[in-house]
């Protein structure tokens, strides 16, 4: 079925398709409901690009919060390793239950 309206508008919308709908309209809202229609929809387009931009600033201010904790983070981590002096005792944890016994009884 899909198939059958695709090519109706493989060539876009001409200048007769355009007419036949324009009359459609005003057949079916009158002519004086169109302007407010139009006007309705214009301002709906402009919230919502109104919206998308205040998201897309949202995001920003979030990336840009996220990269300066991620800068303050690797600002404090060398500070942190320069105060515990290097030298760590590791530990190992036995693999086997033959080594958690020697542990164990030492």
């Known amino acids: 079925m899909t198939a059958a309206l695709g090519p ?3 060539g876009g919308l001409g200048p007769l398709e355009i007419g036949i709908i324009l009359l459609l309209l005003v057949i079916l809202f009158g002519a ?8 309705s929809a214009g301002d709906a387009k402009k ?13 920003e201010e979030y990336e840009e ?3 300066k904790e991620a800068e303050e983070e690797a600002a404090a981590q060398p500070a ?7 030298d760590v005792a590791e ?9 958690e016994q020697q542990t164990a009884s030492e």
């Open 8 to 10: 109706l508008f493989v």
């Open 32 to 39: 004086d409901k169109i302007p407010k229609l139009a006007r």
């Open 47 to 59: 919230e919502f690009e109104k919206a998308k931009l205040e998201a897309s600033k949202e995001i």
């Open 65 to 67: 919060e996220l990269e």
């Open 80 to 86: 942190q390793e320069s105060t515990d002096g290097g």
């Open 91 to 99: 530990t190992k944890e036995p693999e086997t239950p033959d080594e």
